[in-house]
């Protein structure tokens, strides 16, 4: 008898301490696969944390992450994660970065140029990645999480740095990916954080409100905690 | 995507960095050249044939030794910016070929810088060979591999620690005085042709195997501590 796994994120009572501080606290949270949720709350409320938890990036201090029924660090081929930094070499064009990136996952070339056409950058800029703006860094970095077409995109403030329209334009970008518009139709989980919540709720198909590393509320259908 | 492919990627990429930069080749080559000259003036070789064939081994592997020290520490400095470094952890490739990859460029960079300094070595310590000189084409990259491989995971190791610069060399020169002592012993015995180099270069040859397996095995668990 097989078992459909239909969750995509599980955390069952799951710790994180820095030193004498607790990043996160007891969380438990479950997330079915192709939900789409937006994490708010303060500085220093564990946001990025959790999503470094969810990664694999660090480890927690109590509890269990499980993502599609595996341990997280047994999942990296399908998930992606965007972080604050660019994640890139800034000696490298948009273009070299990315197909170094696609080369280490066995991506097909041509992937590196629909994944930049894909966030609005030109394969051909000839700058290199420490030469571009803000926007062009951000939009860089979501261009590579999008390479590998994940089934879990983990992103940390994506729209930081954003004019309004280019974060407008990231936001039907991801709606589009979710939901499977582009490539392979099948749809795929998103868990992003944002202090632009205004801005994210076309992404909101789920609300989950962080305070002082614990879950203080979560609105919205299929996610429990 | 096979190993050696990953080991490539990597390996390109490096070697694509430094020749944007030039940060490690051109500190390396500062350093060793500044060393040499120093030395030169110090000592008047020149006047001493014999005592300048038997400090000359000591003097280049040490020149060099500090040298590496500022490419490798520069070779991690670029993974930890933007935190890149964090994209390889959850690259879905053996992190071993990170390192072996990174170590092949250290390698070539310290390499370059060998083939600077030789000549200038051998003029300013009017060094002529006694032994065969051949066996330096052995000892040279037994003793840069032995100090690369090291110095790249011991730079990993170091990656998370407040004060790097200073954490490497701490624990790099206790590990490395086995090959350190081969690397001279060789060098200054093809010098001065006193003694055969040949245990030397067995002793440096198994340095470097058993090393470079520690290493590669050890190096998953350096680059996904939390």
């Known amino acids: 008898m097989s078992i459909a796994i239909t969750s995509a994120i599980e955390l069952h009572r799951v710790s994180r301490v820095y030193g004498s501080f607790a990043a996160l606290r007891n969380v438990s949270l479950t997330v079915p696969a192709g939900a789409s949720v937006v994490v708010v709350g303060e500085n220093g409320a564990g946001k990025s944390t959790l999503l470094r938890l969810l990664a694999g990036l660090v480890s927690p201090s109590y509890g269990t992450v499980t993502l599609f029924g595996g341990a997280a660090r047994e999942q990296v081929d399908r998930l992606a994660y965007m972080s604050h930094e660019t994640m890139l070499y800034d000696e490298l064009t948009g273009v070299e970065n ?3 990136f696609a080369a280490l996952q066995g991506v097909r070339a041509e992937r590196v140029e629909e994944a930049l056409h894909s966030v609005g950058l030109d394969p051909a800029i000839p700058r290199r990645v420490g030469e571009y703006s803000q926007g062009m860094r951000q939009r860089a970095s979501l261009a590579r999480v999008l390479l590998t077409q994940p089934d879990l995109l983990l992103l940390d403030e994506p729209f930081s740095n954003l004019d309004v329209a280019s974060a407008r334009h990231m936001v039907e970008l991801l709606q589009a990916y979710v939901a499977g518009r582009n490539g392979d139709g099948l749809p795929r989980t998103l868990l992003l954080t944002t202090h632009q919540h205004e801005l994210a709720r076309p992404l909101a198909e789920m609300t989950l409100t962080l305070q002082a590393g614990q879950v203080v509320s979560l609105e919205g259908a299929g996610v429990t905690h | ?31 060793t050249l500044l060393v040499v000259v120093v ?11 014999t005592i300048a064939r038997q400090i000359s081994g000591g003097l280049l592997w040490v020149a060099l030794l500090f040298a590496a020290m500022t490419a490798l520490n520069q070779s991690w400095a670029r993974e930890v910016r933007n935190s890149v470094l964090d994209a390889q952890r959850l690259v879905a490739a053996p992190a071993s070929a990170l390192f072996v990859g990174k170590a092949l460029a250290n390698l070539i960079f310290v390499s370059a810088v060998e083939v600077v300094l030789a000549p200038v070595f051998a003029i300013f310590y ?79 040859f198994a340095y470097d195997v058993v090393f470079t397996t520690a290493c590669v095995l050890l190096f998953d668990t350096i680059l996904n501590t939390d």
């Open chain 1, 98 to 100: 990315l197909r170094y």
């Open chain 2, 1 to 31: 995507m096979n190993y050696f492919r990953c080991v490539m990627t990597h390996l390109r990429k490096d070697l694509q960095l430094e020749w944007r930069t030039k940060d490690a080749i051109n500190g390396m080559l500062f350093f």
């Open chain 2, 39 to 49: 030395f030169s003036l110090a000592f008047d070789p020149t006047a001493y044939p």
């Open chain 2, 126 to 204: 009017n060094l002529h060979p006694l032994g065969q000189t051949w066996l330096l084409l052995l000892i040279l990259p037994l003793g840069t591999w032995a100090l690369v491989v090291n110095g790249t995971f011991f730079a990993a190791l170091s990656l998370r620690t407040r004060s790097r610069e200073l954490m490497l060399p701490l624990v790099l020169f206790p590990i490395s005085m086995p090959a350190l002592l081969g690397m001279i012993q060789a060098t200054t015995n093809v010098l001065t042709g006193d003694l055969e180099p040949t245990l030397w270069i067995k002793v440096l």
